[in-house]
């Protein structure tokens, strides 16, 4: 069994509306120092097999055909073999 930890974000060219309601929102707390916030997604997915590259290439396949928007947003990520 694998974990894959898959984490999305957009662009670095696309507006970021949500992140900049949460950096106003920081600035608002107290929070000054904050330059930037980025809001993305994070996705935990459990896979039963036990060969990791057939894993990486599932979870590859399922973020460029559902969980990810390659024209506005990019993703990475982890897997970790789990009992």
Request: aromatic share 6%; glycine share 6%.
């Amino acid at each position: 069994m694998h974990l894959a930890k898959v984490y999305i974000t957009l662009k670095p060219t696309v507006n970021d509306p949500q992140g900049l309601t949460i950096k106003g929102a920081l600035h608002n707390l107290g929070f000054t120092s904050v330059e930037d916030v980025r809001a993305g997604k994070y996705i935990e997915i459990r896979i039963e097999d036990s060969d990791p590259t057939k894993v990486n290439e599932q979870v590859n396949e399922m973020c460029h055909k559902l969980l990810a928007n390659p024209v506005i947003e990019s993703y990475g990520f982890e897997l970790e073999r789990i009992q």
